[in-house]
């Protein structure tokens, strides 16, 4: 209380007292004038919505980040891909909104912009809004769209990262995209994109590199004719990593110029990654050359 006490008390002639307060005292009331007109706006202001674009990391619920999980728990609505697995999607609770907008390769069901216009509307109903994806947002996520969407419209976004499919898949099968003794960079590239028809593979894979490939079953065999055309070694190691993470995971183990029969042969279905380089000879895989020692070339490969 003594702390609120006048600094000068004076009476004037008709006897009226006039308090003066000087220095913090004076500013500590004018921050609580303030907290008050605030909190008179918030009942008349509409609830302040959010936008949320969250990863999903690679299909294991276990490798959700914690923010993601308890984001979750508080969203109004979660838009979702198809990408995000069974697990993950166990963990909403059965009172949040739910819309899936899953997507295939060939076929779009919900067109992005539309996406964009949905996430942008929910949010400004006032609606806390999580845009869950498979792996990382921002990596063949299309989160760079949903954002550049978000700032557009004025609404407010925060980016939860997820782990990406290259790193979640890789740890899976022992496999590291990285290691003193073969490989110092790493490309992660999508093998079928939006206006990247001319992708530029040379310099990509080869000595002390690993180049990861998203999205790349459908064109592997082109891929690989390619990145030997361009004087990469037909016996580099590669490994395809089918349903990475989750319980039915699949790793397989060859050469690059077995690359796309490989796919073919083993009917290699989405989501799957391709990993181009001599780290994938560490991965603990199947050996899917059907020809003795191919195992041998693999691990052997200089
Ligand atoms: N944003 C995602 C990638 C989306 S693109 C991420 O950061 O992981 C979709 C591609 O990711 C798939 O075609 C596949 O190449 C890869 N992918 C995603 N999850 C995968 C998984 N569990 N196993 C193997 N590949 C996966």
Redesign the pocket.
């Known amino acids: 209380m003594k702390a609120w006490a006048p600094d000068q008390v004076r009476g004037d002639e008709e006897g009226t007292l006039n308090f003066t307060f000087t220095g913090v005292k004076k500013a500590c009331f004018a921050i609580r004038a303030g907290a008050d007109h605030l909190r008179c706006m918030e009942k008349t202001l509409p609830p302040a919505g959010k936008l949320w674009l969250v ?1 999903a ?4 619920p276990d490798l959700l980040t914690l923010r993601a999980a308890r984001l979750l728990e508080s969203a109004d609505l979660v838009v979702h ?1 198809g ?1 995000v ?1 069974e697990g993950v999607l166990a963990l909403i609770p059965p009172h949040v909104e739910r819309i899936s907008v899953a997507k295939q ?1 060939s076929r779009h069901t919900m067109k992005q912009e539309l996406i964009n216009e949905l996430l942008v509307r929910e949010t400004l109903a006032g609606k806390q809004v999580v845009r869950l ?11 760079g769209e949903e954002l550049d969407a978000a700032r557009e419209a004025g609404v407010a976004c925060e980016v939860v990262p ?8 890789a740890a899976q099968a022992g496999l590291p995209l990285t290691h003193r003794e073969d490989a110092s960079a790493v490309s992660f590239v ?3 994109c939006k206006d990247l028809t001319e992708q530029d593979w040379s310099g990509l894979a080869g000595h002390g590199r690993t180049l990861v ?5 459908a064109t592997a065999s082109a891929i690989a004719d390619k990145l030997i055309a361009d004087g990469v070694s037909p016996g580099l190691p590669v490994a395809v ?6 319980a039915d ?1 699949r790793v397989l183990r060859s050469l690059l110029t077995d690359l796309g029969d490989l796919v073919a042969r083993e009917k290699v279905k ?5 990993i181009v380089g001599k780290v994938a000879a560490r991965a603990d895989a199947l050996d899917c050359l059907g020809a003795p020692g191919v195992a041998a070339q693999i691990r052997d490969f200089t």
């Not at 990391?57 to 294991?60: I, K, L, S, T, V």
């Not at 990593?241 to 989750?246: F, K, L, Q, V, Y």
């Not at 989405?270 to 391709?274: G, M």
């Open positions: 990863g990391g690679p299909g294991d891909d990408l697995g390769r994806k498979g792996g990382d947002p921002f990596i063949f996520g299309r989160g997820g782990i990406t499919a290259a790193a979640g898949c999508a093998g079928q490939i998203y999205m790349g079953l990593i089918e349903r990475g993470t989750t995971a989405s989501p799957a990654l391709i």
